[in-house]
């Protein structure tokens, strides 16, 4: 990632000297961050810089001098497609999972210490099995006051996430797939990821499952928790596609989840509990 979230701690008994403890600096966007008695939580979100893999096609300038529809276009298309891969393994061969992942870097009595996100064998990354981000959001729970750095994280391989969090529940919604994906693809729906974690303790963050519903969720006010349940507020439709001739009308439902475990997998999962659907038809949530 080429940006960070820098944290400062600073001493202050001496209210007139403040003095700088330590500082941290996290690869990735800052989202939001909550104090609770000397732990701090905070979400990031960190796109994945890939040195050396190229996303687009490096076509020669003849290529744009050529007609629309001669045949010559799409052999240069695919021979350069092909050697784009080919470099592009090449370079994955070459990284290691550190390359990939967010790091932390700790400042202290003027050395630096690096806490490398890759030494718990990624169990606590979690990822859309479908998933095409290549986008990482982190959940830190990071104890600023203890005389040796310690910290807790999660991450979540997706999108840039939406916030929502109470006194007990974090929860992250974001696109289950970017904007790009759905050209060409007119049949697809805009769908929304939810991942849910327990932050009843204040050091530490437990994942505690995830799920997708139909639509696009426009805030953290789209989101809330009670007692065991999730709503959301989305709008469905493909209102967005300004480039479909009859794209399908936008309409907004609310939809509540709940816990569960998928009994094939294992895993923890949200199911849906409820939903009130066809509100306001030919309108979105603003």
């Known amino acids: 990632s080429s940006s960070l979230t820098k944290f400062t701690v600073f001493d202050i008994e001496n209210r007139s000297a403040p003095d700088v403890e ?10 939001t961050a909550r104090e609770i008695n000397g732990t701090v939580r905070t979400v990031t979100h960190a796109h994945m810089d890939v040195p050396g893999v190229q996303s687009w096609l490096d076509l020669p300038r003849g290529y744009w001098n050529l007609d629309y529809d001669d045949p010559l276009r799409l052999e240069i298309r695919e021979k350069v497609a092909y050697q784009t891969m080919l470099n592009n393994n090449e ?68 999108a840039y996430p939406q916030v929502y969090a109470s006194s007990d529940v974090l929860v992250l919604a974001e696109s289950a797939f970017s904007g790009w994906w759905f050209w060409g693809n007119d049949d697809m729906d805009e769908m929304t990821n939810l991942h849910t974690f327990d932050i009843s303790a204040p050091d530490a963050t437990l994942y505690t499952g995830s799920g997708r519903i139909a639509g696009t969720v426009l805030n953290q006010f789209s989101l809330s928790e009670h007692e065991g349940v999730l709503r959301v507020a989305t709008t469905v439709g493909q209102w967005a596609r300004w480039w479909m001739d009859d794209p399908e009308p936008m309409s907004s439902q609310l939809v509540t989840l709940v816990r569960s475990m998928d009994v094939d997998t294992g895993k923890q999962v949200l199911v849906e509990a409820g939903r009130v659907d066809g509100i306001a038809p030919g309108e979105r949530i603003w």
Do not use: T
Request: proline fraction near 3%; charged fraction near 25%; include cysteine.
């Open 91 to 158: 370079a994955l061969d070459r990284l290691s999972l550190s390359d990939l992942i967010p790091q932390v870097y700790e400042y202290s009595g003027g050395e630096v210490v690096i806490h490398a996100m890759s030494d718990n064998a990624c169990r606590d990354f979690v990822a859309p099995e479908d998933g095409m981000s290549r986008g990482i959001s982190s959940i830190f729970s990071l104890d600023l006051v203890a005389s040796d750095f310690d910290y807790e994280v999660d991450h979540v391989v997706g």
């Open 22 to 31: 330590r500082e941290l600096f996290i690869e990735g966007s800052y989202i």
